[in-house]
T-cell receptor
Framework: NAGVTQTPKFQVLKTGQSMTLQCAQD?????MSWYRQDPGMGLRLIHY???????DQGEVPNGYNVSRSTTEDFPLRLLLAAPSQTSVYFC?????????????FGEGSRLTVL | DAKTTQPNSMESNEEEPVHLPCNHS???????IHWYRQLPSQGPEYVIH???SNVNNRMASLAIAEDRKSSTLILHRATLRDAAVYYC??????????FGQGTTLQVKP
């Protein structure tokens, strides 16, 4: 049981490049979400999903796309990377859609956009 | 989404109890009160959550006011490993967890 797995752990991009941050969980969780954390700041919600085929925007969705084709995977796509997207990205999952369940977080993916 | 208010920072001495307060005056009836902590250079870690009644687990206790407009996370004996940023968050029927700035807890030996 690996929990929430994020890849890659580190990535350097040039402005304008695209990439996908991968997130997979093996706990059959319905709820998954992506956060970004800038230095010295709290986490901000980018996108979330309450089940396969269902996604919604969080606080800071611009510049990011998501899809949820399976229960296990929730990739985050950056289509045209910008230096403002330099951050640490965390994926999290929960066993329920509502308020009762705890969130399990991945170890984070550190992205630098030059 | 209902917001929470926490002090920016708190200090504690090792081996002493710590009470971390949180105000959530706009909480709705279906919002659960969640607490997470984040150690330096790590992802957030679940601590405890509750709805109306006080809750205890191996990490901490959660005391919820009768009107649910405030809560307190209690660490019974702080250790140096408890130094972290503690986040109090309301999680409602949408499932979203919106983080605030949290309370930075410093534990002095």
């Amino acid at each position: 049981n690996a929990g929430v797995t994020q890849t890659p752990k580190f990535q350097v991009l040039k402005t304008g490049q695209s990439m996908t941050l991968q997130c997979a969980q093996d706990m059959n969780h319905e709820y998954m979400s992506w956060y970004r954390q800038d230095p010295g700041m709290g986490l901000r919600l980018i996108h979330y999903s309450v089940g396969a085929g269902i996604t919604d925007q969080g606080e800071v969705p611009n510049g990011y796309n998501v899809s949820r084709s399976t229960t296990e995977d929730f990739p985050l796509r950056l289509l045209l990377a910008a230096p403002s997207q330099t951050s640490v990205y965390f994926c999290a999952s929960s066993g329920d859609r509502g308020g009762t369940g705890e969130l399990f977080f991945g170890e984070g993916s550190r992205l630098t956009v030059l | 989404d209902a917001k929470t208010t926490q002090p920016n920072s708190m200090e504690s001495n090792e081996e002493e109890p710590v009470h971390l307060p949180c105000n959530h005056s706009t909480i709705s009836g279906t919002d659960y009160i969640h607490w997470y902590r984040q150690l330096p250079s790590q992802g957030p870690e679940y601590v405890i959550h509750g709805l109306t009644s006080n809750v205890n687990n191996r990490m901490a206790s959660l005391a919820i006011a009768e009107d649910r407009k405030s809560s307190t996370l209690i660490l019974h004996r702080a250790t140096l490993r408890d130094a972290a940023v503690y986040y109090c968050i309301l999680r409602g029927h949408t499932g979203k967890l919106i983080f605030g700035q949290g309370t930075t807890l410093q534990v002095k030996p």
